[in-house]
């Protein structure tokens, strides 16, 4: 194996490639052209725009591998090279665990000037070791996990993207994640740009005369989410949509025929419902 360092003033990635010397040097270009492709798409903007798009696109072009994650728990595995866990694996194979999508996380932002680390934890869904990255967005830090953020990582790749995990604070990380006491991670506060605060879909109190115009134009597109700031307001909506099937009331369905098959997904550590037309 051979370790390949790229650096600037923010943040210092290893990329680590296997095989011999020219195939070592094929790799190495390879990578940095298509990193130079990948930045050059990256739309003028603020930080959270240059960031949500770096996000989207290794959702897109990305699959979490459960094999590697299989391999890594292997008792071979300490010292073996394995691809998944690099930026290299998750931007030229398209094929990473945690590790893999945040290392690319990382050095993709650094390309555009933004600050970034790699976070080191625990979920407290499987107790399973994991990494995301915390992100310097417009002058504030908020915690980011692009493989939480992946629906491949739960095996359903036609979920399109989530944004559960952009920009969200340390209060709420921690009540799916923990972070390693070694860590020192930056205290995360500010919510301006969290994804669902950016785009509208963010709702201090729940009614449905202010939430069913938005859901209804959301739907447009097969797939929607919105988040609530509190747990009560997330249940009030739950109730008054699902258990008293308000949902059907919203302007998206009426004059459709045969539009009612909608399912509905909650995240409710987040407070976040998603909505799926079928």
């Not at 094929?95 to 893999?100: D, F, H, L, T, Y």
């Not at 095996?155 to 990380?173: P, R």
């Not at 929607?224 to 059907?248: R, V």
């Amino acid at each position: 194996s051979h370790s390949i360092e790229y650096s600037d003033t923010s943040v210092t990635i290893k990329l680590i490639v296997s095989g011999k010397e020219n195939e070592i040097r094929s790799q190495e270009g390879t990578f940095d052209k298509k990193v130079s492709e990948i930045i050059s798409k990256v739309p003028a903007g603020d930080d959270y725009a240059k960031a949500l798009y770096l996000h989207d696109y290794l959702i897109e072009k990305v699959t979490y591998s459960q094999a590697a994650l299989k391999e890594m728990s292997t008792s071979n595995a300490q010292g073996k090279y394995i691809p998944e866990t690099t930026s290299y694996g998750a931007i030229i194979n398209n094929s990473a665990v945690c590790s893999g999508y945040s290392a690319a996380y990382q050095y993709l932002l650094s390309q555009v000037g933004i600050e970034s680390s790699t976070v080191s934890g625990t979920s407290l869904k499987n107790g399973i070791n994991h990494a995301w990255n915390v992100v310097k967005m417009d002058g504030e830090y908020y915690h980011t996990d692009v493989t939480w953020d992946d629906p491949s990582f739960d095996g359903n790749a036609d979920m399109g993207i989530f944004y559960d995990y952009f920009g969200v604070t340390t209060d709420e990380i921690l009540k799916t994640h923990s972070i390693d006491s070694k860590e020192n991670a930056p205290k995360c506060t500010a919510l301006k740009d969290n994804y669902f605060v950016r785009e509208g879909r963010y709702f201090d109190t729940y009614s449905f005369d202010k939430v069913s115009p938005i859901i209804s134009e959301g739907l447009k597109n097969g797939i929607f989410s919105i988040k609530f700031a509190s747990q009560s307001e997330f249940e009030k909506c739950m109730e008054d949509l699902f258990d008293d099937s308000k949902i059907f009331q919203i302007d998206y369905f009426k004059n459709k025929t045969g539009a009612k098959n909608i399912s509905h997904s909650e995240q409710s550590e987040m407070n976040i419902v998603t909505f799926i037309i079928k």
